[in-house]
Each structure stands twice: as C-alpha cells, then as structure tokens.
C-alpha cells in the first residue's frame, strides 16, 4: 500500500506540469538532417533562405515541455554546419499571438518556424496567421500536422516518416518536388 | 567453403552492392528514413547507431512481408546475431552462439511496450504463438543484442526483445484477419483503433485479439524396439510390442488466446494485456518421459499483466517517469507416463503428474532524467525498480484409470520474495563524433546476494555514415523459484543457487552507402553460475527426504539445480541490409560465426543444439500498386550437436546443417478496399532437428544400464508448408 501511496503522490506532484504525451518522437539530431535536406528539394527555399537560414523556435511560455523541446532542438541544429547548404541562425522565441509571430516572419525573414508542444490550442491561429506568408513551419510532435503546421516527423516502425499537409504546404509557399513528395504521408485537414 | 571464407564473401558481396547501388536525387534523405530508431537499448528514444549495443529492429512490414507468424519466426528469418531452434515444444532462443537446450526463454529478457513478460515463477518467456501478442497490432521489435541488464535487471543475458504495439494513428478503425496453414493450424484475430479526448487531452485506444490453433503436422519418429526393462506398450491404447515412436497425430497441438489494450491519454499509458496458451508435449525427452502421442499430456500458460505509467516533464532539465505494474501468471502441466518408466507401480498402467503453479508481482518504478545541458547532450538517469513477488506450486501424483492420488502431494511452493534495484545510466555527447554511455544497476535480492550489472558504451562517428562501437557489459539471470524453492517428485529443493552471470566485450563498425548498410562486429563473453539439471545422488536424496524437503516416494531419475557450468564465447556479427529502385526492392544478409564451448567440471564442449555459424537472407520486391509484394526469406543453421547420446556413454552426435526456405506474396485485393491477403510457402531441410526423441531410461532407473536400449531417434522437421491469409481494414484506412 505504501507503494502505491508513494506512486499516487508522485503523479500527484507531477500532473499539472505536464501537457500531451507524444510518446516517442524522432531525435532531433535526426530531424534537423531531414529537415536540411529537405531544404534542396524546396523549389522555395532559396528564395526564402536568402543567405542565411533564420530558424524561429516557437514556445509557449510558461510550458516546461515546450521549454525542453526547444532546447534539445536548439542544441541538434547547433550542430548542424549548414543548413540546406546556407549557414543558419536560431532564436528562441516565446509566442504572445499569431499576427506577431506572421509580423517577425515576414519582418526577419524567417525560413522555418519550429512548433513545440503546448501550442496546441495556438494551432488554428498560427495557421491563419502563416497563411500567405513564405515559410515552412515544422511540428515537433506529429500530431500538430493537419492542425496547421506543414511538416512534422512521426516514428513508425521504429523509423523516422515525413507527414506533411499538402493544402497547407502551398498556402505557405512550400513547395516540395515530387521526388520528396513520395516519400512523404500526405494528410489532410 | 570454410566458414571464413564463407563470411568474407558476404562482406565482399555486400560492398559490391553497396557500390553498385544507385544514388538519386533523395537517396541521402531515403538513407536518414530508412535509419532505426531504438528506445530500448538506453530507454530513451535515438538512433540506433548511437545505440550502447548491437540492436536490430523488425518492422510491422517486414512481418507480413516474409510470411511471419511469430516473434520466434521474426527472429529466425530476420533477426541479427539470435537465432531460434524448434524442439517442437516452445521454441529455445539464442544469441551470438549460446543457445541452452529447453531454455524457455529465460535467458532473453521478453518486453511487451517495456513491460517485462518473463513470469516470476519459471522466468520464462514464450516467443511463438504463446507470446501473448496479436502479431498484426505489432508496430516492430527492437531486438538488444547482448547482455541488458543494466535497465533490466533479471534474465537480459542473450539479450531483450521489446516488442512495441502500433499507435493508434498507424492502426486506425477497424481490423480483422486470418490464416490458415492446411493440417497444421489457423489464426483469427481483430482490432481496432481510435485516437479522441478525454478530459481535454489527446487521447489514443489501441487494442487487438487473437486466437491460434494448431492440430498438426502429424509428426514421424523413427521406431525404438525395446527389449527389456521398459513398458510394453509407450501409447495408452497401443499394441504391446514394445516400441517407442512411430506416428504422433494427436499430440502435436496448440491452442493460444492473446489481447492487448493500450490507453494512452495525456501524459499516461495503461497497457493490459491477457493471454492464454495450451500446448503438447509430442515426444519424451531427456527431462520428460511422456506417453507417446498422448492428446491428454499438456501445459498451459496464463497471465494478466497491467501498466500503468506517467511521462512528466517538470522543466527543461527534469523529467519524472513513473510506473506501476501487476502481473498474475499461471502454469499447469500435466503428464501421462507408463507405469514402469515414471513411477513404477505394478498396480497401474499410467501414472499422471499434475502440476500447478502460480506467481503474482506489483512492482513501482520511478525514472528521473537530468538533462543538465537543456539540449540532450548530457543526460542523467536515475532510476530504482521496487517490486514484490508471491509464488505458489504443487504436484499431484495420480493414477490415470481412477484420478485418485497414489501419493501425497508435492511440491508444495508458497513463498514471497522483494527486489529493490536502483539504477543510473549517464549519457555524454561532447562533440558530434563521440557518444559515451555508461551505466549500472544493483538488483536486491531478497533471496540472493546483491548483483551489480555494469555497462560503458562509446559510440564513434568519425564521419555522418560511419560508426565505431566498443562496449563491455554484465548481465545476470537470477534463479528462479523453481530452480531454488520446488520439490516435487522429479525436483529436489536447491539453497544455496547463485544467480547466473555473464560478462561481454564487443566491438562493431557500421558503413552506411545511401540506403545500404554494412555492419561487422566482434564479441567474447564468459558466463559463468550457469545453472542447470543435475542427478541427485542416492545420498543426498536421502538427506533431503528425512528432513522433509523431499517426497518419501519418488520415481527414479530426481534431479537437482546447481551452479554446474560455465560458458566461453566469442565471434563474429556481419550484417548487410539495403534497398534500391527507390525503396521497391530491400534485401538483407545476416550471419554469425561463434566459437563456444560449455564447461562443466571437468568436461569441455560444445554447447548442444547452438549452432556456431548461422544465419539469413531476405529479399522483397514490393512494385506498389495493386501488384503484389514478392518476398523470399532463408535461414541458415550450421552443424551442432545433438542435446544427448543416442546411446549410453556413446559420444554425442553432430547433426548437419538445416536450411529453410520461405517465400511470400502479399498485396491489397483488387476493387475491394482495404481488404488484403497473404500466401506462403515454406520448405525445410533436412528431415529432422538437433533434438533427441525417445523414451530416457536414465529417468527409469537411474542411469543403471544392464541392457542396452535401442538408440534414440531425433525429433521431426516439418519440412514443408503454406498458408494463405485475409484481412480487412475498414473505418480507418491505414492498417497497414
């Protein structure tokens, strides 16, 4: 009984910190490599990009998940030499509402918008707000694809899958060749 | 070809290929998809070249695509470094060249979605149909190659096998299915799928059932004519002629129930999972004296098993994990024998052996990861698992004809045991060519001295497709009740068991062209407290029954664990795996060469039924479409001896090579959605195993031998078979 006392006060303890579990996710190092070579095959990536890749990590303030998510991805695109061939610059930034998020990518001439978890209930709006505007955003959990995000990476079968919203995708001015396009799970909102 | 050689020319072949192999636009990001990803192995999720040990991982795919039908068949056609020998009983599981006779599985750690299968009772773990999972709601198998108990504590010494189940994305609305292998069995399972909201959270409900039958082959045993000093008849029913063997149609037979449910809502998971397997016991061993062909001999297993678990994130440096956990298991065997070779009463024909076992286990497991960088580059695990087990057995003794008992019972087992292990792992990436991983773990006992099971791991990358391994690491298995505590009328008590160890150093590099993967390794592992059946003697026998730790009455042959031997190994791995025309064609070779020998106070051999050189390939044409998918498996098993003489004091035999080959079409029905078939045909060789069949007068008489018995036969191949399956995945659309 004792046991079972410890484990409820634990998940006591634990329960208001935590937000939706997406279980296990594809490394970061992994995603950052797909998503730079992905980057050759978007026919409006150097146009975007520029010469330098500005990557803006979105996080809910306040939300240690989101706070850890965009840390371990700060830290395997810092490891990354160049990015789709360009040099990249990465920058944390807390989200407060959508039209400021579409203001700063089109102001900073951001490339990738990166979605960490806890903007759930931000997903419609950062769509309506990115709408129109040239630039990828990227899920860190796979479901947040067909929610408003463009791209995102799934585990199944124990490998990495790209999932992509199509609809989207061309809203944003993404715009994959179709020799990419196949090897990505379409869906669909 | 020596075996060498034989090596050398699948290395060879697997560069030429990989040079050959041709490079589009996307094979760079084919060659990042196409890698594993793996959480077992450090119990957090990344690449499985940065993975501290050598892991294999086995695909939902790969599973219908080669015709699969169970974890032991995944293993055998398409797994690295283990390799799988069928007694026709439950299948023995070995790796890297250590493979132990009627093993049971206890010496690789099973896990079901992390949550060991291994009952607390026998630690043994099914790996066909009794495994307890439907095989069409398996995601993949992550196979951990090598000692695991650094996180797993009891039982990871060949390795862990984590079979983790599909989510609900990839198993969406509904499914059912079934196969069917003419005179030999059926399977019919259905599933389903569904992602929704509970309580404002993200929520997923996974859950599948299963039923297998299997009535056959009818099963050729090469007639043994006794003379003397057995029964006249070793068939209930049968002609009196004194021979053992012939045709088994009845025995041969299975019947297995499996389900799974995962819940998986916000940050928890519950995972239940219930299964039920009866099975024969076709043929007499060197362990079991059965009736020959008798339907009425069997075991059967049945477990429940509840997970309950929390992932909270509490910064961005901690995170908590918690589980709770339950397991309920349940064995019954019961064995007919004649009179003369398993009891030796006049006053009857048969005398049957009931046995009943039963463990329970609660367990509590709290995870604490410091990620002290932010950034996952230096990571902290803090771990203690904290759990409590109850067993209880006995054996009844019963004369067939009336059912009455002709002894008292036996075996009486009610006993309870604690094992609180604390475990830390630490993980470092200082610079993007170096991963070190080191770790340990303390299982406490409460009925053994405290086993530490350290691991260090260093993963080199000196350039983005190739990696360098070198690990060493110690595993232990700890006795089990069974082994220590039971005392039936075949089994003697054993105080005073050790738990079993196992230490291993290995090394393996990995070249990755594109989508072609190569992989070499090396590996030398000693074990040692291996613990096994040994004959009691006449003295200790006595010793035990008169201070009441042993029946009165009991048949000759009673046996006894003890810490008898030890085991040195080392060898090869070499893997090549790729695929071409985009992904439509993917092959694979897998092979491994051990040295192993088993020493048992004075004697050295080989180990028996290990094979030292063994191996697969696998190729799959899948052109998409409507148009099906083409794939041909074959398993290779080298010579090794048979698990006994097939005469007293003879020299054990060595059997030749086995080889089987497997090909299979699967694809979608045509103008029927969702609907999809299987067909597989498969073909063995040669005729029969590694096993031994036939009656052990050893067990009759206590090895006395004043005549000599015929020689033992060995047990049947079933050297050719199909199946044909259906399925439908309705509702959701994504069942594949």
């Known amino acids: 009984m004792r046991l079972w006392a410890a484990f409820v006060l634990i998940w006591g303890l634990c329960a208001d910190r935590s937000a939706a579990a997406e279980g296990a996710v594809v490394p970061a190092e992994l995603e950052v490599e797909l998503l730079s070579k992905l980057s050759l095959h978007d026919r409006s990536f150097a146009a975007r990009a520029g010469e330098l890749v500005r990557v803006v990590i979105l996080v809910k303030p306040g939300n240690t998940r989101s706070d850890a998510f965009a840390a371990v991805f700060k830290g395997a695109l810092s490891e990354l030499d160049r990015f789709g061939g360009l040099p990249h610059a990465e920058s944390v930034v807390p989200y407060t509402n959508a039209p400021a998020l579409a203001k700063r990518c089109r102001d900073d001439r951001v490339a990738v918008v990166y979605v960490t978890p806890g903007l759930e209930p931000e997903l419609e709006r950062i769509r309506g707000a990115l709408t129109g505007i ?5 899920a860190a959990l796979p479901e947040f694809v067909g929610e408003g995000v463009v791209l995102g990476f799934a585990l199944l079968s124990g490998k990495p899958k790209m999932i992509i919203d199509y609809e989207q995708a061309k809203q944003q001015n993404v715009n994959f060749g179709a020799d990419v396009l196949k090897l990505m799970k379409v869906v669909a909102r | 070809m020596t075996r060498g050689a034989f090596l050398a020319h699948v290395a060879i072949a697997a560069l030429l290929l990989a040079a050959t192999a041709h490079a589009g636009d996307t094979s760079e990001i084919e060659s990042l998809l196409d890698e594993n990803v793996v959480t077992t192995a450090s119990a957090t999720t990344e690449r499985a070249s940065v993975a501290p040990a050598t892991s294999v991982t086995i695909t939902a795919e790969d599973l219908r695509a080669y015709g699969v039908r169970s974890f032991a068949d995944a293993i055998q056609f398409l797994g690295l470094g283990v390799v799988v020998s069928d007694p026709l009983r439950t299948p023995d599981v070995g790796a890297r060249g250590v493979l132990l006779e009627n093993d049971d599985g206890k010496h690789f750690l099973l896990l079901v979605n992390g949550h060991a299968i291994n009952d607390a009772l026998y630690g043994a773990a099914r790996f066909d149909a009794g495994a307890g999972v439907p095989l069409e709601l398996v995601d993949h198998l992550e196979i951990i190659v090598g000692p695991g108990s650094v996180l797993y504590g009891s039982n990871a010494m060949m390795g862990v096998v984590n079979v983790i189940t599909k989510r609900a994305r990839d198993y969406s609305g509904g499914h059912v299915y079934g196969d069917f292998e003419p005179g030999r069995s059926y399977r019919a399972g259905a599933g389903a799928g569904v992602s ?21 082959p009818d099963l050729d045993f090469a007639p043994q004519q006794f003379v003397q000093r057995a029964p006249s008849a070793f068939r209930r029913g049968g002609p009196a002629d004194g021979v053992w063997g012939g045709t088994a149609r009845d025995a041969y037979f299975a019947q297995a129930e499996s389900g799974v449910l995962r819940l998986r809502s916000g940050d928890f998971e519950v995972n239940l999972l219930a ?14 004296n059965v009736d020959f062909d008798d339907a009425d001999s069997w075991e059967r297993d049945h477990a429940v098993r509840l997970d309950v678990r929390h992932e909270g994130t509490l910064s961005s440096v901690v995170a908590l994990s918690s589980r709770a956990y339950a397991d309920a298991f349940g064995y019954q065997r019961r064995l007919d024998a004649p009179s003369s070779l398993a009891c030796l009463r006049s006053d009857m024909t048969t005398c049957t052996y009931h046995d009943v076992g039963r463990s329970r286990t609660i367990g509590l497991e709290e995870r604490l990861s410091l990620n002290w960088l932010r950034d996952g580059r230096l990571v902290t695990m803090l771990g203690v698992d904290v759990r409590e087990n109850w067993a209880q057995a006995k054996e009844d003794a019963l004369d067939f004809d009336t059912g009455q008992p002709f002894a008292p019972t036996a075996g009486l087992l009610d006993a309870h045991g604690s094992i609180v292990s604390p475990y830390a792992q630490q993980t470092y990436h200082p610079v993007t060519w170096l991963d070190v991983n080191a770790g340990a773990r303390l299982d406490v006992d409460s009925r053994f001295s405290p086993v530490l099971s350290p691991r260090g791991a260093l993963a080199l990358h000196p350039g983005r497709t190739t990696t360098f391994k070198a690990s060493y690491s110690e595993a232990f298995r700890a006795p089990t009740w069974s082994e220590t505590s039971l005392a039936n009328y075949r089994i003697a008590p054993a105080a005073g068991l050790r738990p079993e160890r196992v230490r291993s150093i290995e090394g393996s590099v990995e070249q990755r062209f594109g989508t072609q993967r190569v992989l070499a390794g090396v590996f030398r592992s000693a074990w040692s407290d291996l613990v096994a059946l040994e004959p009691l003697s006449a003295a200790s026998q006595i010793e035990l029954q008169n201070e009441g730790k042993l029946p009165l009455f009991t048949p000759p042959g009673i046996a006894q664990f003890g810490n008898v031997g030890s085991i040195e190994n080392y060898g090869i791995d070499a893997s090549f795996e790729g695929s071409v025309a985009e992904g439509r064609v993917r092959y694979g070779v897998n092979a491994t060469e051990a040295y192993t020998r088993r020493t048992t106070g004075a004697d050295r051999m080989p180990l028996p039924v290990a094979p030292e050189l063994f191996g697969n390939a696998r190729i799959a044409y899948a052109p998409g479409g409507v148009l099906p998918t083409l794939a041909l498996a074959a398993t290779y098993l080298g010579k090794r001896a048979a698990d006994r003489p097939l005469t007293p004091l003879a020299a054990v035999p ?12 699967t694809g979608a029905v045509p103008h029927v959605p969702g609907v999809w078939y299987r067909a597989s045909a498969a073909l063995a060789a040669p005729a029969t195993s590694a096993y031994t ?6 067990l009759a008489n206590g090895g006395a031998s004043t005549n000599a018995p015929p020689p033992l036969g060995f047990a049947p191949v079933d050297r050719a078979s199909a199946f044909v399956g259906l399925g439908w995945d309705f509702g959701g659309g994504q069942g594949k």
Not at chain 2, 275 to 287: A, D, K, N, V, W
């Open chain 2, 693 to 698: 069949a036939g009656p052990n007068l050893a």
């Open chain 1, 134 to 138: 040239d630039v990828l955003s990227v």
């Open chain 2, 196 to 216: 929704f909201r509970l309580f404002g959270a993200s929520s997923e409900l996974t859950s599948a059932v299963e039923h297998y039958e299997r009535f056959g």
């Open chain 2, 654 to 665: 060595v059997v030749g090579p086995l080889a089987e080959f497997r090909l299979t079409i």
């Open chain 2, 275 to 288: 299964s039920s397997y009866r099975r024969g016991l076709p043929y007499s061993t060197e362990t079991t």
